[in-house]
């Protein structure tokens, strides 16, 4: 079972002005890696606090997967990616090129996310977008890969390649 911590960044969320339904729709959707959650919270776009909460949660709390949802865009609040890249030692641009290749099929949109995937100590953290139907639709491309991705973080010695 992994443990996974869901942040939504969002200032409006964040002072109760809005009701988060990304996160909610991440918590559905990782039942399947297995996956529990161990902690969830609304924080505002300012970046100190988003490298706090992701310093916490993979630090402290030592989440094997960290999913944020929102501040991804071009806005000038929008610095989810800028603090994530802050807190990471190694970028896994794999995730993120995949998401971006599959949501051009659906929206030209997609080429200006700056969503990013990284790694901080044993946990993976993955930017996604800040809407229920992005999160849908970035989350479910890179749910298959996530089990062996977050095994191999842990150390599982296996080969990945198969014959």
């Known amino acids: ?10 200032d409006r969320g964040s002072k109760g002005e809005r009701e988060d339904s990304s996160g909610p729709l991440i918590q559905k959707m990782i039942k399947e890696l297995p996956a529990e959650v161990i902690h969830y919270e609304i924080i505002p776009d300012e970046k100190e606090k988003i490298v706090e909460a992701l ?48 949501s051009l099929k659906k929206t030209p949109h997609a080429m200006i996310s700056r969503a990013i995937t990284g790694i901080r100590g044993l946990s993976l953290i993955v930017n996604l977008p800040g809407s229920p139907k992005g999160v849908k639709e970035n989350l479910i491309v890179i749910l298959p890969a996530l089990p062996h991705a977050l095994s191999k973080l842990q150390g599982d010695p296996t080969e990945c390649a198969q014959g």
């Open 55 to 102: 310093k916490k949660t993979a630090d402290l709390l030592k989440a094997d997967l960290i999913l944020t949802t929102g501040g991804t865009g071009l806005s000038p609040r929008d610095v989810t990616p800028d603090a994530t890249l802050e807190v990471i030692e190694k970028e896994v641009p794999g995730f993120s090129e995949a998401m971006r290749a599959e």
């Open 1 to 10: 079972m992994f443990k996974v911590a869901i942040l939504t960044i969002s």
